[in-house]
Every structure is written in C-alpha cells, then in structure tokens.
C-alpha cells in the first residue's frame, strides 16, 4: 500500500493571495455579525419588554457560532426586513461570496499547464467540480470583492446608529 502523495507546494504568490482572501473572509464574517446585530436590535424599538430583549440576545449568543452561509442567510433576511435598497445585488455578491470562499478554503491544489495558474481540485454539494484554473491575480480580484462587500455591510450596520461590537476589542480597566 502506497502513501498518498504529498500536495504541491503552492508559489509564494499563490499562498499570500489564498491567505489573504480567507483572512477577508473572516472580516466579511465579522462584519456581518456586526449588522444582524444592528440591525435586528434596530427593530425590537426602543419599547422592546425583557422577554423580547432576552429572545433577541440568546440569537445572538448562537450568531456567534454560525458558519459564513448561515451569516449571509439571517444578514439577507435583516436587509429585506429594514427594507435596504440595494439588498438584491448585496445578496447576490453575498452569495457568489459564499461559493468562492467554499472553493477557496476548501479545495486541493494542483499546478495548472499555463505557469503561475493553479487547479483547484473541489466538488461542492452539487458534485460539480471548479472547471477553471486560477492565478495569484484571480484570488486577488475575490479578495477586493469580498472587502467591497464587507464595507457595504458595515456600513449598513452604521447606519442603524448601533454599532455592535467587534471581536476582541473588549474595554479593559
């Protein structure tokens, strides 16, 4: 019984680009907890009694935990209950969001035949598998889109005047 081949090393170029998108991604996650935060808190109203205050943070208690297309999902739905303008096309870059960070975090790399490219070896649920090689440059361009999403959901969240907090920024004395 042969090993399993070791994976290829992924070039320099490849890697920071992965890296950094996936680190986009988890701002992205942040981001979006932030809103449903906001903007869920935004409408219980200011009269909210304790046991709609009480239902509304054990949510967000389990909002903590939830994965990048559960995040999307209860996002969508809070921006088409606040009624936000642009809410269609949000949701679909959400959602091409959700498939590129799947393929990205989730796919085996193997070098391509044009140099500098790389296959991503992934079936997703479908069983369809990713048909295109990717460059450095390709990681790149997913990762400016998901901060230029992520931006218009922040400040969607800011403009609820409830700004949630963030990860890791406690206030200490």
Request: hydrophobic fraction near 40%; proline fraction near 3%; aromatic fraction near 6%.
């Amino acid at each position: 019984m042969s090993l399993p081949r070791a994976p290829d090393r992924l070039s320099d170029e490849m890697a920071q680009a992965l890296g950094h998108a996936v680190a986009g991604f988890g701002f992205l996650e942040e981001a979006l907890k932030r809103a449903i935060f906001s903007l869920t808190r935004q409408g219980l109203g200011r009269d909210a009694d304790d046991a709609a205050l009480q239902k509304w943070l054990r949510r967000m208690e389990e909002i903590a935990d939830d994965s990048l297309g559960t995040l999307i999902d209860s996002f969508v739905a809070a921006i088409g209950r606040a009624r936000i303008d642009d809410r269609h096309l949000l949701a679909e870059a959400l959602t091409e969001i959700r498939l590129k960070r799947n393929l990205l975090c989730h796919a085996s790399w193997r070098p391509a035949e044009q140099p500098g490219y790389w296959h991503p070896t992934f079936i997703n649920t479908r069983g369809e598998r990713y048909p295109d090689d990717m460059s450095a440059g390709d990681i790149r361009d997913i990762h400016a889109t998901t901060l230029r999403v992520a931006r218009r959901v922040v400040s969607i969240m800011r403009a609820t005047g409830i700004d949630g907090e963030w990860a890791g920024h406690d206030d200490e004395d």
